[in-house]
């Protein structure tokens, strides 16, 4: 049987990429990882998880969570750099 952190790793995703995607579909992790894992692999679905990331660093800053919004910032640096049609 595969566990969450199985699923993740499959998911060519971080840990803190799905749980962005999971934050901001407001929806289970396990859900988040089938979804994310989708989306990576289309390059318009690569565009829309980094929208994804951007909006939870906007609310997460609008909230006044300087945490969050660093780990987001974190966790969108680090997608842009993996995911490298991002940049085109």
């Given at each position: 049987m595969l566990t969450l952190q199985d699923c993740i790793e499959?998911?060519?995703?971080?840990?803190?990429?799905?749980?962005?995607?999971?934050?901001?579909?407001?929806?289970?992790?396990?859900?988040a990882v089938e979804m994310g894992c989708y989306l990576c692999h289309t390059p318009s679905g690569e565009k829309r998880i980094r929208r994804m990331i951007v909006d939870d660093l906007a609310h997460a800053r609008e909230k006044g969570d300087a945490a969050h919004a660093a780990l987001l910032k974190s966790v969108l640096k680090h997608y842009v750099a993996a995911h490298q049609t991002l940049a085109a």
């Amino acid at each position: 049987m595969l566990t969450l952190q199985d699923c993740i790793e499959l998911s060519d995703l971080t840990e803190d990429e799905i749980l962005a995607i999971a934050e901001h579909e407001h929806i289970p992790e396990m859900a988040a990882v089938e979804m994310g894992c989708y989306l990576c692999h289309t390059p318009s679905g690569e565009k829309r998880i980094r929208r994804m990331i951007v909006d939870d660093l906007a609310h997460a800053r609008e909230k006044g969570d300087a945490a969050h919004a660093a780990l987001l910032k974190s966790v969108l640096k680090h997608y842009v750099a993996a995911h490298q049609t991002l940049a085109a």
